[in-house]
């Protein structure tokens, strides 16, 4: 003869769970940080290349690494415009580039951000560098010409791996505050309402099927002592 069965689940939403099944549930999500949008943090350092360096659009690639593993950092490489960097980089020090370069003894063709070294597969500031290709007149002294713009070169890779440093910290400062116990507990609560999703008290996900054109009542769960030591045990 068929059986009837009836099974009462006491159903809450996220917000409503203790801070303890919270925290656990948080700690095993592995995919709620992969959501985590970065891209604002790019747009402005992508902007200040363009706007300090004359950085080009359409070449600039920039990488990073926020997972704190040996290779975790932030990285870049795109075509630099020489008009720009001249303007709002080359300074007094240099001034005996500048003499070259303006009276026409030294042309600079490009400048330029590139990757170096052995360990390119790494994200981080030292993995990338500035180079400068020119031309010369055979006039002038190619020895001095070289420690000078070499000197250049150095000051323009030590100043773009600070930009990196920069720009690689407000995205880890970033990506801390967006995947932080709080912002967690603010977004699921949100997904919670908005997706109707039920949970049990230790925070197992209630199968839609089970809810499913069933009858709610409302109510209070109330918490009762049983030890006989409980003062307020009767």
Not at 10 to 20: V, W
Not at 147 to 162: A, G, H, P, Q
Not at 212 to 219: E, H, P, Q, V
Request: hydrophobic share 30%.
């Amino acid at each position: 003869m068929p059986k009837t069965y009836k099974t009462e689940i006491i159903g809450y939403t996220f917000s409503e769970l203790s801070e303890e099944v919270k925290q656990k549930i948080y700690e095993n999500d592995d995919y709620f940080s992969e959501s985590v949008d970065l891209s604002p943090i790019e747009d402005d350092f992508r902007e200040t290349l363009m706007e300090q360096y004359g950085a080009d659009r359409d070449s600039l690639e920039v990488y990073y690494d926020v997972s704190y593993s040996q290779g975790s950092g932030a990285c870049c490489i795109g075509q630099l415009d020489v008009a720009t960097v001249i303007k709002n980089r080359v300074g007094s020090y240099f001034t005996g580039i500048l003499n070259m370069i303006e009276s026409g003894k030294v042309t600079i063709d490009t400048i330029k951000i590139e990757r170096c070294g052995r360990w390119n597969y790494y994200n981080h500031e030292k993995t990338c560098t500035v180079a400068i290709e020119y031309s010369t007149s055979l006039h002038i002294d190619q020895s001095a010409w070289y420690k000078e713009i070499t000197e250049l070169e150095e000051m323009l890779t030590n100043t773009i791996r600070e930009e990196l440093c920069d720009f690689h910290s407000k995205l880890q400062d970033h990506y801390e505050e967006l995947t932080s116990f709080e912002s967690y507990c603010e977004s699921m609560s949100t997904v919670s309402d908005e997706n109707d999703i039920v949970y049990t008290k230790n925070g197992n996900i209630v199968d839609p099927a089970f809810i499913k054109n069933s009858f709610i009542i409302d109510g209070y769960q109330l918490s009762l002592s049983f030890d006989e030591d409980d003062p307020d045990f009767d």
